[in-house]
């Protein structure tokens, strides 16, 4: 392929489809034509517009069609879509295997729906690669327009040949009026007046303003990959931390994955209360609204981190009364309040009574979240505790199980060692309840006092070091977004062609606003024009 | 003090709907009217323009000062429930009508844009107008910003909506039968489908009709209450009311949960009313809708109202971004500890935003100008009102703190 020369003698790149030089159209079929010029991209040469030959012009051409980034986009969304109908399997309101919870709550759909991968959709593989595939295709559109579109503008020149003017779709030819050179000088006064930059030549001029605003779509695609490069950088280990600690009160517990230990010193239940609220609004019953959820939260770095054997030494390093839209924040980690068990059971308080004598054998207490294996009664007594199911259900096969780490539903199996039974004696313990093993009839027995109540906290332990990129890669797109759209990129060419003024108009959007503009500049300077819309049928599909 | 505010605001609430009335109407005859007069046709239409223009700038006053009462009369931005929230963004739409109206001057989209408002305003009154104290959730000025920008970037969408909607009715050519014309009279009806669901709320609520049904849902036994009469009954339920209709039929066996027969049969309703809306009015006039309509629009300039479809949309699109993507991820941050979870709101926000994306790339670089940017620009809006109406009361998320009274 050659490079292609137009009749004023210009030689443009190959591809290149109006005259990098006097915008007349280089090839045959459209110079015939009498439609409008495709003005995008200013005519000038695209790489997937211009070569399909090997594998990489192939997928450059993939990536570059709008078509098909199109295509991509509805994709997403119709996926998405289907993606809403069921919740996600991490918004399941009971605790429950997808496997099982969708079939049984939704019937067939439902198991459809889960063989399809839907319950997990937005970190399904296929999902992931669309919107990988949609930043790609960012970029490389971008590429392909952005930089040809840059040189065609900046090489444009004032005087352009009668077939370029003719065929805008805005234009009007006069015939040249009297004292032209200085209603010319007028005309660009009030073009001036209305920020146009002009550039003149001679009898000919060209009036522009707003071009930055064409390079706004692609500032907002800049933005948009960095914003998708924020959102793969969590993957990077060490960028994104996503833990969950519950703490009771007055309890110091260690921030899972980091080398910090936090502390609640209470958490409270706020509930809106009658002052809260202007007078008489129409709500006499505020009772139990909640008003606001609250950890006192003293955060504490572990010194000795890392260092092997050592006992953790901890230091105060952040102090926050965590509520919900106010998390504590400490260089990169971030407490969010986020749950709350409040007057949930903290230890169970037991006394071993011989069932037989009736005999107060003595008192012992089990906390829930860090029980003992051995709980000493007297001199002679001990329980052992043998298993401990903090969450406890059977699974099917009627074993059981712990649904949870949390302690809900706690259950024990003890093993009371005694003078009178010194090869133990096993019973199941359950909230208020115990239970003999199978067959066997026990000595001893429990008494359930009080149990220890306390307020938990649950507060979700989040750290993004993506989150700049991300808000970057937004202010970014945004910025091209106003570019783009709240400003246009208008041009008026004024050219004097012997007896004749050829004007012509053009914007990337608003017509409307363009025509107005053009008619109240000649206006002004007292020339009749009557302009002519040429139809948007001549708009090219590629 | 507080309650005598709350009052005000929604007797202003009121004063803005009846202007809007009124206003659509002087625009409509701004254009249909226009023989009428002694005077020429474009002085009469300049004439009621301006008249329509300046009781809209009243209603839209109105609307506004109802916003600030009850803002001041309960101590928080009305944005927090779904009364407050689709008062709010018919407040958005008149707005957006007004400059969109200042640029174009074209009158005639008054008596499609204004519409789109009063009934807003109806819809909203259908929820519970009772003053919410904020959840911990939504107690942060994000509430402010947030929900004004994303409400401000739909409004404006819905002007866009209008203006496509015009085109089509325009342009569609109703002497043939065709695919468009179908659709057209279709969306007519989808629009008469929701003044219908407006109308049976208000008349049943006037009626204060009930009826309870009490019913299995996961081995408990409840109780729902139906707002309308029961078309749709829940399965193996047992009405207790005595004076209420028997339901005509139970709700399919695979619709769980205890409010889903209870939203059918509202569905139901919608549908049914908006139906029997459309046939009285095809018996009334004896023409279809897109006919009825036709004659307002005929001196108007297709590529005129196809620029301001396209327009409205363009100026949107950033303010929609900013609120409902950027600003929302923002705040979900600082409330949850991620900007972005996957909750329903948060995908459908996508969705809209693609769906104008994709508007937009279609547009600009496909040639998609007309009849086919028309339809993208009416279903875009109606995806708006999936995300609003949809998901807020029929998939449960984080975004669900308004449910039906």
């Known amino acids: 392929m050659n490079n ?40 000038a040469a695209r790489r997937s517009q211009t070569y399909n030959k090997t594998i990489i012009d192939k997928v450059w051409n993939f990536f570059s069609s709008v078509k098909i980034a199109v295509y991509m986009i509805v994709i997403v969304l119709v996926a998405s879509i289907v993606g809403t109908v069921f919740p996600q399997e991490m918004y399941i309101p009971v605790p429950k295997p997808a496997s099982i919870f969708y079939e049984e709550t939704y019937g067939f759909i439902g198991k459809i729906y889960y063989l399809l991968g839907f319950h997990n959709l937005f970190s399904s593989w296929w999902y992931v690669l669309l919107l990988l595939m949609i930043g790609i295709s960012l970029v490389v559109c971008s590429l392909d327009r952005m930089i040809p579109l840059y040189k065609a503008l900046k090489k444009q020149k004032v005087k352009h040949s009668v077939n370029f003017l003719t065929r805008q779709r805005l234009k009007a030819e006069i015939s040249v009026p009297a004292e032209w050179g200085v209603k010319l000088d007028q005309l660009q006064g009030f073009l001036k007046k209305r920020h146009y930059e002009v ?55 260690k921030v899972p994955e ?15 209360e009658k002052g809260d609220l202007p007078e008489d609004v129409g709500l006499d019953n505020l009772q139990g609204v909640i008003k606001q959820y609250q950890t006192k939260a003293v955060l504490y770095e572990n010194v000795n981190e890392g260092l092997p054997g050592s006992e953790p030494k901890l230091q105060e390093v952040a102090r926050h009364e965590i509520i919900v839209n106010h998390p504590l924040k400490y260089k990169d980690l971030q407490l969010f309040q986020s749950g709350q068990r409040p007057q949930a059971i903290a230890a169970l308080n037991m006394t071993l009574v011989n069932e037989k004598t009736g005999d107060k054998l003595g008192k012992f207490k089990i906390d829930l979240y860090n029980p003992q294996t051995e709980y000493k009664i007297n001199d002679t007594t001990t329980i052992k505790m043998l298993e401990y199911y903090p969450d406890f259900e059977f699974t099917k096969d009627k074993k059981p199980t712990t649904k949870s780490p949390n302690p809900d539903n706690p259950a024990f199996v003890l093993n009371v060692f005694s003078p009178q039974t010194p090869q133990g004696e096993k019973a199941w313990l359950f909230l208020g309840s115990y239970l003999p093993a199978p067959g066997t009839e026990n000595i001893y027995g429990y008494e359930f006092s009080m149990p220890d109540l306390t307020n938990i906290t649950g507060l979700m332990v989040r750290k993004d070091k993506s989150l700049p990129v991300i808000y970057f890669g937004c202010f970014i797109s945004m910025l091209g977004l106003v570019m783009g759209f709240y400003w246009q990129h208008r041009r008026i060419w004024i050219q004097t062609q012997g007896p004749i003024v050829y004007v012509a108009g053009h914007t990337n959007k608003n017509w409307f606003g363009l025509k107005y503009e053009v008619l109240d500049v000649f206006k002004k300077a007292s020339i009749p024009v009557s302009l002519v819309e040429h139809g948007k049928d001549g708009k090219k599909v590629d | 003090m507080g309650r005598k505010l709350i009052e005000l605001s929604s007797n202003l609430l009121l004063a803005a709907f009846i202007l809007y009335i009124i206003a659509s109407f002087v625009f409509a005859i701004s254009v249909t009217g226009k023989r009428w007069g002694k005077q020429g046709e474009q002085a009469h239409k300049q004439k009621f323009g301006s008249i329509g223009f300046w009781i809209t700038i009243a209603a839209v006053l109105a609307h506004a000062s109802y916003i600030i009462t009850r803002w001041i009369g309960q101590g928080h931005i009305p944005t927090s429930n779904m009364f407050e929230f689709i008062a709010f963004l018919a407040f958005c739409i008149a707005v957006a009508f007004v400059i969109i109206y200042l640029v174009y001057r074209v009158p005639i989209l008054g008596a499609f844009a204004i519409p789109v408002v009063f009934i807003m305003i109806a819809y909203a009154s259908v929820f519970p107008r009772t003053v919410t104290p904020l959840i911990p959730a939504l107690q942060s000025y994000w509430l402010k910003i947030h929900v004004t920008t994303a409400a401000a970037g739909e409004g404006i969408f819905a002007v866009g909506f209008a203006a496509g909607l015009m085109y089509l009715v325009r342009t569609i050519d109703q002497s043939k039968d065709s695919r468009s014309r179908r659709w057209l009279e279709g969306t007519l009806t989808l629009v008469l489908m929701l003044v219908g669901f407006i109308i049976t709320s208000v008349v049943f609520n006037a009626m204060d009709y009930k009826a309870e049904f009490q019913l299995n849902v996961d081995n408990t036994k409840s109780v729902v209450e139906y707002k309308m009469p029961a078309i749709a009954g829940p399965q193996d339920a047992v009405l207790l009311t005595d004076s209420a209709m028997k339901p005509w039929f139970e709700a399919p066996g695979w619709m769980k949960g205890l409010n889903a027969a209870k939203k059918l049969n509202t569905v139901l309703w919608s549908v049914l009313s908006g139906l029997g809306l459309y046939l009285l009015l095809r018996l009334l006039f004896r023409k279809r809708l897109g006919q009825l309509l036709q004659p307002a629009l005929s001196d108007l300039d297709p590529e005129m109202i196809d620029e301001i479809s396209y327009r409205a949309i363009a100026i949107g699109y950033p303010v929609f971004t900013l609120g409902a993507l950027i600003f929302a991820m923002i705040w979900a941050a600082e409330a949850w500890g991620r900007f972005w979870g996957w909750d329903p709101k948060e995908v459908w926000a996508l969705i809209t935003w693609l769906f104008y994306t994709a508007y937009l790339h279609l547009r600009l670089s496909k040639g998609w100008i007309g009849e086919k940017s028309a339809w993208l620009a009416v279903i875009g809006f109606i995806v708006v009102m999936v995300t609003l109406v949809f998901v807020n009361l029929v998939i449960v998320g984080l975004h669900s703190y308004a449910q039906v009274g």
């Open chain 1, 4 to 43: 292609v020369k137009c009749e004023c003698g210009h030689v443009s790149p190959v591809g290149t489809v109006l005259c990098e030089a006097c915008g007349n159209p280089l090839l045959e079929e459209i110079k015939q034509k009498d439609s409008p010029l495709d003005m995008r991209y200013e005519g």
């Open chain 1, 199 to 253: 550039r003149r030549e001679g009898d000919s001029l060209l009036a522009e303003k707003g071009r930055f605003s064409r390079w706004g779509p692609y500032i907002n695609h800049i933005g948009l990959i960095i914003f998708l490069i924020g959102a793969l950088m969590r993957l990077v280990p060490g960028y994104y931390l996503d833990q969950y600690v519950w703490v009771k009160d007055g309890e110091t517990k």
């Open chain 1, 258 to 272: 980091t080398p910090y230990y936090v502390k609640s010193e209470g958490f409270t239940i706020d509930f809106y």
